[in-house]
């Protein structure tokens, strides 16, 4: 199984700072026949289910905010909040899609609040 | 607009069954070539996915749930199900249905239920 270490583990971020969540994965989630890295990326509050917000690493699903940015490659990705905003606060966590079927792995999640 | 929503039992005794049941409604459930999945997540920790159905009937397990677990579907009622035998404490989870963004074989959710939570307690 591939295993996906997020960090850090939880992080406090001002309003209107940049927030930085880690994300490696123990083997290469970068297929070389077509260049993709097959990371994902979810925010989730309190109550509520998973919503994608970055797959392939790096492209925004449709409706998420443009502050939201993935970036990375091969074993080591980032998921970047350019400006936090109060409604960010949540537990964001990376999956990876590379093994299939069925073999896809989450991170153990990161917990993002308010300095 | 395509919706998933779980159902069943939230309290199950230990050794006994789990049994869910995921309605899918706005579409079809045999319409498409995705794979319709279970994934749980225990209170305050992260996501484990449990399995995935094709409307034939093609299943893929988690290797560490495997021998407890059977997904099933019926596409009369729109309808995918999952149980879990033998269930212990550590089965306590908030359990959502999901389906991946694209067909194929490569699963990341886009769309999920709002998930139900099962306790297990005598």
């Known amino acids: 199984d591939i295993v996906m270490t997020q960090s850090p583990d939880s992080l406090a971020v001002s309003l209107g700072e940049r927030a930085t969540i880690n994300c490696k994965s123990s083997?290469?989630?970068?297929?070389?026949?077509?260049?993709?890295?097959?990371l994902a990326w979810y925010q989730q509050k309190p109550g509520q289910p998973p919503k994608l917000l970055i797959y392939?690493?790096?492209t925004r699903e449709s409706g998420v905010p443009d502050r939201f940015s993935g970036s990375g490659s091969g074993t080591d990705f980032t998921l970047t909040i350019s400006s936090l905003q109060a409604e960010d606060v949540a537990i964001y966590y990376c999956?990876?899609?590379?093994?299939?079927?069925?073999?896809?792995?989450f991170g153990q999640g990161t917990r993002l609040e308010i300095k | 607009q395509l919706q998933l929503q779980e159902s069943g039992p939230g309290l199950v005794k230990p050794s006994e069954t789990l049994s869910l049941t995921c309605t899918v409604s706005?579409?079809?459930?045999?319409?498409?070539?995705?794979?319709w999945g279970w994934i749980r997540q225990p209170p305050g920790k992260g996501l484990e996915w449990i399995g995935s159905?094709?409307?034939?009937?093609?299943?893929y397990y988690n290797p560490s749930l495997k021998s407890r677990v059977l997904i099933s579907v019926d596409t009369s009622k729109n309808q995918f199900s999952l149980k879990v035998s033998s269930v212990t404490a550590a089965d306590t989870a908030v359990y959502y249905c999901?389906?991946?963004?694209?067909?194929?074989?490569?699963?990341?959710?886009?769309?999920w239920g709002r998930g139900t939570l099962v306790t297990v307690s005598s």
């Open positions: 706005g579409g079809s459930i045999s319409s498409t070539n995705h794979y």
């Open positions: 999901a389906r991946p963004a694209v067909p194929g074989d490569h699963w990341y959710f886009d769309l």
């Open positions: 159905i094709y409307y034939s009937g093609s299943t």
């Open positions: 083997q290469s989630v970068l297929y070389s026949a077509n260049n993709k890295n097959y």
């Open positions: 392939w690493a790096s």
């Open positions: 999956q990876q899609y590379y093994s299939t079927p069925g073999g896809f792995t």
